[in-house]
């Protein structure tokens, strides 16, 4: 039997806990109301100081100088918030609403752009879309030499070292920053080859070679990305990085070893097909050129004459061929000691898989640059009449 006393105490500590219920009940009430009232608060003023700062943007074209890059595979978003990073614009969100009004934004291409810090978002896409502002972007042609070359009538070519120069530049804290052609020379020519990235099938050759020119060759032809306010060092390492992937693509290393070269050797022709031979005949000018070193003949090219003298032209003067050097292949039987210019794939391709045939003479005869191929001094000496009668040279 359960005692009065006992009920009492139950009935007080249900009474309590109904209490407590009831407090928790307000308690949640409260919560929720002030939530409201927050919400509301917000809607009515704080939520316009919110959206605000969430829209923040800056107005106008900006100040100071800034270096960004683009990424490959960056979306708008992720470059609004790299922009929003470096202080280039208030945030991700003033940028990409710009942007999509903007359709050429898609067209941005990876690498880096010399932008203003506080630009509106606006002002950051069009900068960003302007060609001028593209800054670090090197682009280097098939036969151009480590110099710079000067044609007959005057016209200076700019070669890998002046093309790297103007890529590197930029502004800085107001002012604009370039590494130098003679610091890039410097590094070029006190700098282990090896510590500067050259393959190992290339080091040897390279270290025997003129410090001045031993580089020659190994700046594939192709588009780079130079990070502005970069050392001579780093810049020449990271431009050599990317180039010697690029050489190691074509398999050059393994395939001209399965040929009886050395990959040195194998780059050395490929450079000679570039500077002699249009792109249909230079399977054609490297069979000539390997069938030449068989005979143990001269190579007698003019484009290699004429490169310690840092001269492009068809053709060479006597006095140029009077001159003995290594690179005088009318005076000196075998491969000069180093390419002469920037091969490209077409041309080492060539080089490793010349086109059968028993041509030991070509000249160019079109005016298009097209070859004709002989067998015999006789049959050259006709294709050289023939040449002079069509203009070409």
């Known amino acids: 039997m359960t005692t009065v006393p006992t009920r009492l105490a139950q009935l007080a500590a249900r009474r309590a806990e109904m209490r407590a219920r009831a407090r928790r009940r307000r308690r949640r009430a409260g919560i929720v109301a002030l939530a409201l009232l927050v919400l509301f608060g917000i809607g009515a003023g704080g939520g316009a100081i919110l959206l605000g700062w969430f829209n923040e943007d800056y107005e106008g074209t900006g100040e100071g100088h800034v270096v960004v890059r683009v990424l490959d595979g960056d979306s708008t978003t992720r470059i609004g918030e790299m922009l929003a990073d470096r202080g280039v614009v208030a945030n991700a969100k003033a940028f990409t609403s710009a942007a999509a009004r903007n359709g050429r934004i898609r067209s941005v291409q990876p690498g880096y752009y010399q932008m203003h810090r506080k630009m509106s978002g606006a002002a950051a896409v069009s900068m960003l879309l302007d060609p001028a502002s593209r800054v670090g972007h090197l682009d280097i042609r098939g036969g151009v030499q480590l110099d710079d070359t000067r044609a007959p009538n005057g016209a200076v070519t700019p070669g890998v070292l002046s093309l790297i120069a103007q890529a590197s530049c930029a502004v800085f804290d107001g002012q604009r920053r370039c590494v130098g052609v003679e610091d890039l020379r410097q590094v070029m020519a006190e700098t282990d080859p090896a510590e500067l990235g050259v393959p ?31 050392p001579a060092v780093e810049v020449l390492r990271g431009v050599l990085a990317v180039s010697v992937a690029r050489l190691e693509s074509t398999g050059i290393a393994d395939d001209a070893r399965a040929m009886g070269f050395d990959p040195y050797q194998v780059l050395v022709v490929a450079s000679l097909v570039e500077k002699e031979a249009i792109t249909p005949d230079m399977p054609k000018v490297a069979r000539v050129v390997y069938n030449r070193l068989d005979a143990g003949q001269r190579l007698e090219l003019d484009s290699t004459v004429n490169y310690p003298l840092d001269v492009q032209a068809l053709r060479t003067t006597a006095a140029a061929r009077a001159q003995v050097g290594p690179y005088n292949t009318y005076a000196v039987t075998g491969l000069p000691p180093t390419p002469i210019a920037a091969a490209g794939k077409t041309a080492v391709a060539a080089a490793l898989a010349p086109q059968p ?10 005016q298009a640059g097209t070859s004709c191929f002989s067998t015999s001094l006789g049959e050259h000496e006709e294709n050289v009449r023939q040449a002079i009668a069509n203009g070409a040279f």
């Open 200 to 230: 190992d099938w290339a080091v040897q050759d390279v270290r025997r070679a003129d410090p001045a020119r031993r580089l020659e060759g190994l700046f594939m032809p192709g588009v780079y990305d130079i990070a502005p306010g970069t």
């Open 357 to 366: 045939g028993p041509w030991t003479f070509f000249v160019r005869c079109e």
